[in-house]
């Protein structure tokens, strides 16, 4: 008798499920957005299971006030039921995002098809042309695999924030830090991440070059195997140089790996407000431009002291910069609030104060073992 309960459950439960065949399914894995004429131009790049043709993506491209009905109009373009569990990467393009794009990407999230570990970018050109551009370049065959594997592993490598729906949804309601999104541009063929754009609160406000973007990480998310390029001028550590390469040269250049980092920041002072910042790095001098003298304690030590000095002017002038946009992509505004309490904090008031927001920056930086030296 139990037996045959579960026989009658079993084709009950699965008449209620609707088939999904592979074979009749567009599997989106990139969605793209642009302000065109007041109207929300939406376009997507679609997986196509066939295996005659292994890499058989198609874009379709539609007009309408919401990314709903985007997505309905994109349906009556395209020969296979579209579906969002496989989207990887949705691109905004940067005048739309100037706007403000919280209602697209809150509607992303309310999507119960869509993961929470879907990534978000901005687009330098439209978006439209980002996706156009990849379906006929040779290096991307599929803009939502590309752009996902791009992204994982630069976040892997310590070289990126990670850009997830819930991570940008974390800041954006978040009283007092604004999200970051990776910039995306075509160039030489394919697509690249040339920068890091800064919101303040939804809307793109300005960027920062990638190399900044190393700061932003160093203060938000401790590095466990970074890396990173910095250049000294040669003044500094001359008396080390055993012979110079190029003696016309006034900057030195080196490359550290294994870089791993310790940050602690603290309120100082209310009224100003004023910050103060300790970062511990520990790293490889992996690479460097002259004949330096690294068998000479002193010579590491001025070199640690060097190092440390021009990342605290480093860091100082991003913070100034993403202060001057009015985005405050570290989070001050929740120290601040933990300090004066949640009930005397207001966003829009923080918002005044971050302007007159002073950083006391000290980074000690420690040369575990040298490298290969060039």
């Not at 039921?81 to 999230?109: F, N, P």
């Not at 998310?221 to 006034?250: C, H, M, R, W, Y």
């Not at 511990?280 to 003298?293: F, H, L, P, V």
Request: proline share 3%; charged share 25%; net charge negative.
């Amino acid at each position: 008798m139990i037996k045959v309960i579960w026989i009658c459950l079993f084709f009950i439960l699965s008449g209620c499920v609707t088939p999904k065949q592979l074979e009749e399914l567009g599997l989106v894995t990139a969605v793209g957005y642009d302000n065109e004429d007041g109207m929300l131009k939406g376009s997507i790049i679609y997986y196509e299971f066939d295996p005659l043709h292994p890499n058989n993506t198609k874009m379709v491209t539609s007009l309408a006030h919401t990314s709903k009905g985007v997505r309905q109009k994109e349906n009556l373009a395209s020969s296979r039921r579209l579906v969002s569990g496989q989207l990887r990467v949705a691109i905004y393009g940067e005048e739309l995002a100037k706007g403000g794009i919280i209602s697209i990407i809150d509607t992303l999230s309310r999507d119960s098809e869509v993961g929470t570990m879907s990534y978000l970018a901005v687009s330098k050109p439209q978006a439209y042309d980002l996706l156009q551009l990849s379906q006929e370049s040779e290096d991307v065959t599929n803009a939502g695999t590309f752009l996902y594997d791009m992204i994982t592993q630069n976040v892997e490598a310590d070289s990126l924030l990670s850009p997830t729906l819930h991570e940008f949804m974390q800041c954006y309601y978040s009283e007092g830090r604004d999200p970051v999104l990776p910039l995306l541009n075509f160039k030489d063929g394919t697509i690249i991440i040339e920068g890091i754009s800064l919101f303040q609160e939804d809307k793109v406000v300005g960027q920062i070059d990638s190399s900044d973007s190393f700061y932003l990480k160093l203060l938000l998310d401790p590095f466990e195997a970074g890396s990173t390029e910095v250049i000294l001028p040669k003044e500094k550590v001359k008396e080390f140089i055993l012979s110079s390469n190029n003696k016309q040269e006034e900057s030195v250049y080196l490359s550290l790996d294994h870089l791993r980092s310790d940050t602690d920041i603290k309120l100082q002072d209310k009224q100003t407000p004023s910050f103060s910042i300790t970062i511990k790095i520990k790293t490889r001098m992996q690479e460097i431009s002259e004949n330096y003298d690294l068998g000479n304690p002193e010579a590491i030590k001025r070199m640690e002291e060097t190092i440390g000095k021009d990342m605290e002017g480093q860091l100082i002038e991003v913070l100034n910069k993403s202060k001057e946009m009015g985005a405050d992509p570290i989070g001050f505004g929740n120290y601040y609030r933990a300090e004066v309490g949640y009930d005397s904090f207001s966003k829009e008031e923080w918002r005044e104060h971050y302007q007159n927001a002073e950083f006391k920056v000290k980074i000690d930086v420690e040369i575990l073992r040298t490298g290969v030296m060039d």
